[in-house]
């Protein structure tokens, strides 16, 4: 299946006309917008995740390459920083010829959960003094930092 076909099947299975801007197009699923990019072989789907909290960054990116390790915490995709603004983003490949339009909106719906609940540990990041049950040295696992553990 091409970049073009693909995207057509998937707007008709969702009932609305997807802009292809060049072997790229994005669908917006559960307040996540997703973009579906042509990679030749392959399909990019990618999001954004949001701004690491700068007194977090260590933590957050320990994390997020822990979740990475086997796709543990990722439901198969890579996290990674974005060089250019250091926002942490997700984005998983598949093979174009494995895909349809069902399989596709299922990758949507699966980046989205994936996005949702690191969006999730962005937002509930603390530093360890602040973080509750964080003990008199200060010392406290970051809350949400365990979520992927029962993520997949």
Known sequence: MTFGNLIEALGGKLGIEIEDAGGAAA??????????????ELLLLRAEVGEIPADGKETILLSAMEANFLYQGTGGATLAVNHE????????????????ADTVLDALERLSQTVAAWRQVLADYRPEAEAPGASE????????MDFFRDFC
């Open 137 to 144: 040295t200060g010392s406290a696992p970051a809350a949400g």
């Open 27 to 40: 669908v917006e699923t559960d307040g996540t917008t997703v973009v579906l990019q042509d990679a030749g």
């Open 85 to 100: 603004d250091g926002r942490l983003h997700v984005h998983k490949y598949n093979w174009m010829e494995r895909l349809d």
